[in-house]
């Protein structure tokens, strides 16, 4: 099997470091000689294309921004942007999406042991989904587990056999990752601003999640806002788990409303689909319609069976339409899935589902 051949661009010589031995730890990923700033970057460039490059933002002589523009106009290759992500940041953090990124990620603090398993965990998967991005022909690899995957048994008890009894009100729960940011502006801009109560689940780092939502707010006719914990679940409003902290559906009589939780990583992320997926069987059955968008791994197919079984609507999106058709992929297979459907037309049949 060929290794995934990643150039690291960064000024900082501490986390060029860091991140190379992260990334050396997987057998499927190979490091080149990391580079100082984008000049030195073009030279390596130059002797040897890498398969995908890791980009800091702020970094002299040029910027990781204009750098990734020239890139994607000269020469295509899958970049991983690697941010600190701070406040003023996540906006530029927004731009590098919008300019053909493939992934965003928090650059790996040095601290606990905890924290850099964390990261590499992280940085190791965004790797490989943007070497199997459609930004050009990459030859599918197999993804060897790198740390223990744990369930959402960790976070929330399977639902019990007995369904939620249906009422009127439906909810909808969404799951997306490697390019899940253009799917959800797709999905969400294209619904009325009545439109029925959308809670999501995007993998994304801590600090990010709130200038997406704010971004997708500004553009969209319903209302879009990073959920807080007991948020209600209304018409009209889509709510996006936090960055770093999982997001359950819950209900006390006949509101909704979401829980914010900490826990580990449930099937290698946090915020999981899983977890979202999971309390939507148990809170609400039969009332609710499950979608899952782009992304790498299996985040979220368990739980899109768990829904199914619970008499939900679920719908994939479908190859065509997805950056990594992964995760769609294995709620497929696992036999969770009612229906695919391309991007566009998931928003319309959404909305004829919940009438």
């Not at 965990?121 to 990459?138: G, N």
């Not at 959920?227 to 509101?255: C, E, F, M, Q, Y």
């Not at 609400?284 to 199914?308: F, H, L």
């Amino acid at each position: 099997m060929k290794k995934i051949k990643v150039l690291i661009v960064d000024d900082s010589a501490v986390v060029r470091q860091t991140m190379a031995e992260i990334l050396a730890s997987d057998p499927q990923i190979e490091v080149m000689a990391p580079a100082g700033d984008p000049f030195i970057a073009a030279e390596r460039m130059r002797e040897e294309v890498p398969d995908v490059i890791t980009l800091d933002v702020e970094m002299p002589r040029m910027d990781g921004i204009t750098f990734l523009r020239k890139i994607m106009s000269q020469h295509p290759i899958p970049v991983v942007m690697c941010s600190t992500l701070t406040e003023g940041g996540s906006e530029t953090a927004m731009k590098a999406l919008e300019y053909g990124a493939i992934e965003i990620i928090q650059k790996p603090k040095l601290g606990t042991k905890q924290f850099l398993e964390e990261s590499r965990v992280r940085i190791c998967d965004a790797v490989k989904a943007a070497s199997q991005a459609r930004i050009r022909k990459i030859t599918p690899r197999i993804s060897k587990e790198i740390a223990p995957k744990l369930s959402a048994d960790v976070i929330l008890e399977k639902p019990g056999s007995h369904a939620m009894i249906q009422t009127t009100e439906k909810i909808v729960v969404v799951g997306a990752s490697t390019g899940g940011t253009e799917a959800l502006r797709v999905f969400l801009e294209a619904f009325p601003a009545d439109c029925p109560p959308i809670v999501i689940v995007q993998h994304m780092p801590e600090g990010f999640t709130r200038a997406f939502a704010q971004r997708l707010d500004g553009i969209c006719r319903i209302s879009v806002k990073e959920a807080a914990d007991n948020d209600t679940v209304i018409r009209g409003r889509a709510l996006i788990a936090p960055g770093n902290r999982h997001t359950l559906l819950k209900r006390s009589g006949a509101r909704y409303y979401v829980e914010i939780k900490d826990g580990p990583l449930v099937s290698r992320h946090r915020p999981s689909l899983d977890v979202l997926f999971r309390s939507a069987a148990r809170y609400a059955g039969k009332n609710a319609v499950g979608v899952i968008m782009t992304g790498m791994g299996d985040d979220g197919a368990s739980g899109m069976r768990e829904m199914k079984d619970a008499g939900a609507i679920t719908i994939a999106q479908d190859e065509a339409s997805c950056v990594v058709f992964g995760m769609p992929n294995e709620a497929v297979k696992r036999g969770g899935v009612t229906k695919v459907l391309s991007l566009e037309a998931i928003a319309a049949d959404v909305l004829r589902i919940c009438g």
